[in-house]
């Protein structure tokens, strides 16, 4: 049968085949993620068996009534003779209506439509709302179900709010300059201008590529082969890349405007890029704190070369750590300690167990923690390490010796005067206690813990509770100069850790309603709220390795998520407290449109670049982990300095309450003397940065190491 001049065909069991697999089988054209399908369909050369199909024709939407005449006596032309059934012909009009008109709806549909394969099955997925909107519920729309279920699912996200939302945002974001023409820029130099933006590649693709400080990333490459002098001239490159397309576009606008900072903070980040290419975590914690640190370094160039020397760490240590398992096999991981810098003191830091764990990771995780103790009230140094060893399914016995095995090697680094570790992912009570009994054991010395003198190895008070306690005890400091309280604000909480539980304990004694708490594998939501009974199951299941999942089996009004994120639910403030880069842009984007006004940070680094973007434009309140997450630095030190374990629950959360009161007011102070408004959503992050740089920068300055 021939296909019309005009239209498209698809085959008479249609309602037998996969959509998705028909359509390629015509050429649909399924490109990378995120990108569009060209529903033009031509035919089939790629697939031997297309021309033996029996197609019935449809008619295109701009073919003319004489146009369809002919092309239904072409049609006729085909069949057989008289001997062909006139209910069969019937039949075949009939089905022709039906094909057609899905066909039209389709067409319509695949303009924001794209295929991919979910769960081993190809599936239809919003491209719009993949990247504007949420990524689960009502997206994606598979090829299960008729036709008509399938159609009627596409037509209530195609009329749903969230997808004009998406589209919204979509036509926001694409009200920027887009060079679609030559572009003309004096200077031979610029012919380098090609291997250079390619090398800076995954800074670029990072988030930064529409401020500044990409610009100038660029822009001190091509300063530094300028002054070798090559002539000038004229040159003409394109950029198919829109992404690389608004970095040159910003050069060549912000040329003058942007000199200083490739001198400046441009220089810093390109060193850290040239010494450490491939550390990406750290790079990124790099890039945040130079952005904020953009006019302190525009003041005084001085600063320039002492930030330089803060990223280079003090002291890094890799070794092997061998163990063997209740089997009788010999196990092989890595071990990692940061020095980042001791300038203010000793230093303090926590021990990760994880198997994603590696260098980049634990320098990232040093240099936060060097900022947030010289936040801190105290005179303290930044440290942090691990190992790459997973503790999850390890009986006691294997994280005993894993833990002995580790302490073998890192002892020698280790003091009061000299480092102290503390819990961090992976690493609580029962492993902290093996580290110190080996340390105990081979240095000699005895003091009751790391972090101080403990009773029956619990803590004291709130030792354990200190950083979830501080948490809260920032957000209220954050809503109290808007005269607003937690009370009756709806929190969603990420993770389901120890800082996790301490979060939710807080929020329930200050009235909020806290509703999400998360794992690896989803999350889990309660609409009408946890309290601390609902707590205390929590903590049972986790104890029991058990999935959140059975949560929802006690209590009705719960549901647990597979693979997704508590970010879409309605929430009045955030608790990200899980893991770095948990956030993305299209989590921030969902943390918006449910209502999100302010965000504390309880992990490092818990936002993407991109959603920092997001967040910022939204004029959301961000409390940074380097001032809202002293308290676990807090309360160490006052273990370990003042030693009283008589302190009532009530007179340890004073002091916790006092202390971070004072960080909260250094960070803003710090911010407004630098220009930045109290409102502002950059405020606290900014000065944060800002106050614990300078202290540092103070104490290298006046040591000589400046």
């Known amino acids: 049968m021939l296909l019309p001049a005009g239209g498209v065909g698809m085959t008479s069991t249609m309602d037998d085949i996969n959509l998705i697999q028909q359509a390629q089988r015509h050429h649909l054209v399924v490109r990378e993620l995120g990108e569009e399908i060209d529903l033009e369909i031509g035919p089939g050369d790629d697939d031997p068996s297309f021309p033996h199909n029996s197609l019935l024709g449809v008619q295109s939407h701009e073919s003319s009534a004489k146009e369809h005449a002919e092309n239904k006596l072409m049609m006729g032309s085909q069949l ?100 679609d023409k030559p572009i003309y820029v004096k200077g031979d130099f610029l012919l380098l201008i090609q291997p250079y933006v390619l090398n800076l590649l995954p800074v670029v693709l990072s988030g930064y590529a529409g401020n500044l400080l990409a610009t100038s990333f660029v822009l001190s490459y091509l300063m530094k082969e300028n002054e070798q002098g090559k002539g000038n001239q004229f040159l003409t490159y394109f950029f198919s890349d829109s992404t690389l397309s608004d970095v040159i576009s910003e050069i060549t606008l912000g040329l003058i405007s942007t000199a200083l900072m490739s001198k400046t903070a441009g220089s810093i980040v390109e060193a850290a890029l040239r010494r450490d290419p491939h550390e990406t975590e750290f790079i990124q914690s790099v890039q945040e704190v130079v952005h904020a640190l953009e006019r302190v370094i525009s003041k005084n160039s001085n600063y320039v070369n002492i930030m330089e020397r803060l990223l280079e760490p003090e002291r890094t240590i890799i070794f092997r750590v061998p163990w063997v398992d209740d089997r009788g096999e010999a196990h092989v991981n890595r071990g990692f300690r940061v020095h980042f810098n001791q300038t203010l003191g000793p230093c303090r830091g926590g021990l990760r167990f994880h198997p994603l764990m590696n260098l980049s990771i634990a320098k990232f995780l040093s240099f936060e923690q060097t900022l947030k103790n010289a936040l801190s009230p105290y005179r303290l140094g930044g440290s942090s390490g691990g190992s790459d060893f997973d503790p999850k399914g390890k009986s006691d016995n294997e994280i005993m010796k894993f833990c002995q095995s580790f302490m073998n090697e890192l002892y020698r680094y280790l003091g009061p005067d000299k480092d102290l570790p503390s819990e961090e992912m ?113 903590r049972d299941i986790k104890a029991q390795n058990r999935s959140l999942r059975d949560y929802s089996k006690t209590y009705a009004r719960s549901k647990y998520y597979d693979e997704a994120k508590p970010w879409n639910e309605r929430c009045d403030v955030a608790f990200p407290c899980a893991s770095q880069n948990e956030i993305d842009q299209s989590d921030a984007i969902n943390l918006v449109n449910s209502g999100c006004r302010i965000l504390v940070e309880g992990s490092n680094m818990p936002c993407t670049p991109e959603a920092v973007d997001v967040l910022r434009k939204a004029n959301v309140l961000v409390a940074p982990s380097m001032a809202a997450g002293v308290g676990g630095v807090i309360a160490g030190e006052l273990e370990l300095k003042e030693c009283n374990l008589n302190w009532s629950p009530e007179d340890f959360e004073s002091k916790l309450q006092e202390a971070m009161k004072q960080t909260y007011q250094r960070a803003l102070k710090a911010a407004t003397d630098f220009g930045y408004q109290k409102e502002s959503p950059e405020a606290l992050v900014h000065g944060a940065a800002i106050s614990a740089f300078l202290t540092i920068a103070s104490g290298m300055a006046d040591q000589g190491c400046a």
């Open 80 to 179: 057989p003779n008289e001997d062909h059934d006139l209910s069969k012909a019937q039949t075949g009009k009939r089905k022709k209506k039906v094909v057609k008109r899905w066909r039209e709806e389709w067409a319509d549909t695949y303009k924001w439509a794209y295929v991919d394969v979910k769960d081993g099955t190809a599936r239809i997925f919003c491209s719009v709302c993949r990247e504007y909107g949420r990524k689960h519920r009502r997206n994606p729309y598979g090829n299960e179900g008729s036709r008509n279920m399938q159609m009627s699912a596409l037509e209530e996200h195609n009329n749903s709010l969230l997808h004009k939302e998406a589209l919204r945002l979509q036509q926001a974001s694409k009200e920027k300059i887009i060079v």
């Open 426 to 538: 992976g690493v609580g009570t029962r492993e902290m206690g093996y580290l110190y009994g080996q340390y105990r054991r081979l240095a000699g010395y005895s003091q009751g813990s790391f972090t101080g003198p403990r009773v029956n190895w619990s803590g004291s008070s709130l030792r354990t509770e200190a950083t979830g306690y501080g948490l809260v005890f920032f957000a209220q400091l954050m809503l109290a100069d808007m005269n607003k309280e937690l009370k009756g604000l709806r929190c969603a909480v990420s993770g389901s850790g120890k800082i996790s539980m301490h979060v939710l304990e807080k929020l329930i004694a200050y009235g909020a309603l806290p509703i999400t708490v998360s794992d690896s594998k989803g999350y889990l939501v309660d609409e009408d709220g946890f309290d601390f009974m609902k707590i205390s199951f929590l």
